[in-house]
């Protein structure tokens, strides 16, 4: 499957199975492919599926949404992240007070997003096995 999905050059389908079988290191690499393609969606939806806030900071930045970027940044606790957006949206005087930007803490203490581990693990052995037997017939 991930032989045709490159073949085919269907990156949204090859970094979701990059996802569910947590190959993490190749959805990095098609995180990369998306931003010398200038593909800003396949760029949001891997930050996304590697839990890169920083980067959804970026991309939205990049993408014009300063709101957006700000209210990323600051709920997931990155002020030096969120304080670029912030200071262009001072600059062109469309942000609120101090009092009124503040963004509440998680209560719980954790992370908003957590990505990071296969959600089908051991997938490329099962999926030899029901090749083989696909081939060679039941046993």
Known sequence: MEYAYQRTK???R?????LITGNMDKLSKMLRIAEMKNDVMGQFHNAMYLG???EHVKILE?????PLAYVTGSSHGLTEVAARPAAELEQKGIFFTSRESTIPSDATGTPLVRWGLAIVEGYERHLRRGIRHCWEGRR
């Open 62 to 66: 990049n993408a014009g949404q300063l």
């Open 10 to 12: 269907n990156f949204e």
């Open 14 to 18: 090859l970094s979701f199975l990059y």
């Open 52 to 54: 890169d806030v920083g």
